[in-house]
T-cell receptor, first 113, second 110 residues
Framework: KAGVTQTPRYLIKTRGQQVTLSCSPISGHRSVSWYQQTPGQGLQFLFE???????NKGNFPGRFSGRQFSNSRSEMNVSTLELGDSALYLCASSTSTGLETQYFGPGTRLLVL | DQQVKQNSPSLSVQEGRISILNCDYTNSMFDYFLWYKKYPAEGPTFLIS?????DKNEDGRFTVFLNKSAKHLSLHIVPSQPGDSAVYFCAAQGTYKYIFGTGTRLKVLA
């Protein structure tokens, strides 16, 4: 079974631009979560989607948004990029059937100049 | 409000010895805990998990211990190998989200 895939793997943007990241979950997984990792900050939860509905959201500004499609694929969008948005963005999927394990993709490395 | 804490940012261990990584949590409602291993520029890889109905779970060289009264879990790696050098994150399953600690960088010395 294929793992979680994320595209693109690397991105360079300038301040003020917007960016869209994509995540394809493991087949059969209906829950997709997004995290931001910056040095020394661990993994900060952005949001979680299940059946095209956002069920939970972390403490990030409204510039960060996401959506999920009927095939469970998810996208994350960041508008008006700031230098501090430079990070590794990770997507994880799970079956969301109870006590369960999230499986992560390789991440998208975003650099904002 | 850091609900999951890993107070040791780094740990060095000799090859063949035991590595013990610690994690504390504050929310007694958490009932599922996980450990992930992460190499630079890669996504975290699932290692081992434990539910709150157990106090120990083993998988090969990896054992996770859960002390609910102390709200503490630990990951033991025996014997440690150079390939285990990575950042280790503990996580707790919350409501439709996972809360991660800030990670412990393990370095296994050959």
């Amino acid at each position: 079974k294929a793992g979680v895939t994320q595209t693109p793997r690397y991105l360079i943007k300038t301040r003020g631009q917007q960016v869209t990241l994509s995540c394809s979950p493991i087949s059969g997984h209906r829950s997709v979560s997004w995290y931001q990792q910056t040095p020394g900050q661990g993994l900060q939860f952005l949001f979680e989607y299940f059946s095209e509905t956002q069920r939970n959201k972390g403490n990030f500004p409204g510039r960060f948004s996401g959506r999920q499609f009927s095939n469970s694929r998810s996208e994350m969008n960041v508008s008006t990029l700031e230098l501090g948005d430079s990070a590794l963005y990770l997507c994880a999927s799970s079956t969301s059937t109870g006590l369960e394990t999230q499986y992560f993709g390789p991440g998208t490395r975003l650099l904002v100049l | 409000d850091q609900q999951v804490k890993q107070n040791s940012p780094s740990l060095s261990v000799q090859e063949g010895r035991i590595s013990i990584l610690n994690c504390d949590y504050t929310n007694s409602m958490f009932d599922y805990f996980l450990w992930y291993k992460k190499y630079p520029a890669e996504g975290p890889t699932f290692l081992i998990s434990i539910s709150s109905i157990k106090d120990k779970n083993e998988d090969g060289r990896f054992t996770v211990f859960l002390n609910k009264s102390a709200k503490h879990l630990s990951l033991h790696i025996v014997p440690s190998q150079p390939g285990d050098s990575a950042v280790y994150f503990c996580a707790a399953q919350g409501t439709y989200k996972y809360i991660f600690g800030t990670g412990t960088r393990l370095k296994v010395l050959a």
